[in-house]
């Protein structure tokens, strides 16, 4: 059997209708949605399954919502996987946790939804933005956020692959370096349509929030380590898992030196648990030897390794 790692993705892979198919035949599966909906006091089940997309799409139905999902996925594998490691992209390190016993699923849904609260309101609409910035190495985009910062805020916040760095910050310095990039040779450079720029130093007022509030939530020690997204480590201990989750908030995600980690640590297989296959199309360009598989819906828990 080779080694194995679980990785659940994070915002950007929801949709509507998000695995239907195993709500549907998978009563793990259902019972884990409408439990959350129920920690919500919300019908989370209807907006999965029917929208609208701009109501999922907003940050603090979405954390909740993939939550949900990637937890009842996983309960419906029951028990095929047994990961050496689980690690998620931003969000996704929340199921993680809840997958590895660290963290309650009701205190995960009522978190997360705190947090895409608190990330909305840290920075007022229009002020901060995001962009996306392909066919460029990280150390001239880095290089380039330096040189047009001008005062504000602008720097890489998703090393999501090779040659794909998401930026954030102040929107108008964020566009200052889309056009710096674009000027350095990047094959795309374009501002994306998201509410805030996330994991950027703007976030620090949520972070601040967020550490109050994980203050009252119980973590216990996980069933495997969790490589977790502010520090790039293999974490255990309770205490420092709490104090990385309030960090990852205004932190960079270095998804691709996490992925780089796995296989230096011997990790052959990586299995993407959620919505969408964002994650193994990531972990494909980063680390083309490691066998890469996602668990989506009915057929791919049935068929996985």
Same mark, same amino acid.
């Given at each position: 059997?080779?080694? +194995? /790692?679980? &990785? ?16 549907? =035949? =998978? ?8 439990? /959350?909906?129920?920690? +919500? ?33 996983? *309960? ?10 689980? !690690?998620? =992209? #931003? ?16 205190? !995960?849904?009522?978190?997360? *939804? ?42 890489? &916040? ?27 040779? !990047?094959? *795309? ?5 998201? #509410?805030?720029?996330? =994991? ?26 969790? +490589?977790?997204?502010?520090?790039? /480590? ?5 205490? /420092?898992?709490?104090?990385? +989750? ?7 995600? *270095? ?51």
């Amino acid at each position: 059997m080779s080694k +194995l /790692a679980v &990785v659940f993705p994070g915002q950007g892979s929801q949709s509507v209708g998000m695995i239907a198919d195993v709500i549907e =035949h =998978h009563t793990i599966a259902r019972e884990t949605v409408e439990a /959350a909906g129920r920690v +919500l006091g919300e019908d989370l089940m209807a907006l999965i399954l029917d929208g609208p997309a701009e109501k999922l799409n907003s940050t603090e139905n979405t954390q909740p919502a993939l939550v949900a999902v990637e937890v009842a996925l996983w *309960r419906a594998l029951n028990n095929r996987l047994s990961p050496e490691v689980m !690690a998620g =992209h #931003s969000l996704g390190e929340y199921s993680a946790l809840v997958c590895a016993g660290a963290l309650k699923f009701e205190d !995960a849904i009522s978190l997360v *939804r705190q947090r895409g609260l608190f990330m909305q309101q840290a920075v007022p609409q229009g002020l901060g933005g995001m962009a996306a910035i392909l066919g460029l190495e990280d150390g001239l985009v880095e290089k380039a956020c330096d040189e047009v910062a001008e005062g504000l805020v602008v720097q890489p &916040v998703n090393y999501n692959s090779p040659g794909q760095l998401v930026i954030a910050g102040h929107a108008e310095a964020v566009q200052r370096a889309v056009d710096k990039c674009k000027a350095l040779g !990047a094959k *795309r450079a374009m501002m994306l349509p998201v #509410s805030g720029p996330f =994991h950027s130093a703007l976030m620090r007022p949520a972070a601040e929030q967020f550490a109050a509030a994980i203050e009252k939530i119980e973590v216990v020690s996980p069933s495997c380590p969790i +490589l977790q997204n502010a520090t790039n /480590a293999l974490e255990t201990d309770p205490a /420092a898992i709490k104090r990385n +989750l309030v960090d990852q908030i205004a932190s960079p995600v *270095r998804w691709t030196q996490a992925v780089e980690l796995l296989a230096d640590r011997g990790i052959e297989s990586l299995v993407e648990v959620g919505p969408g296959k964002v994650l193994s199309g990531l972990n494909k360009r980063i680390n083309k030897a490691l066998n890469i598989q996602s668990v989506n819906s009915v057929p791919s828990i049935e068929t996985v390794l």
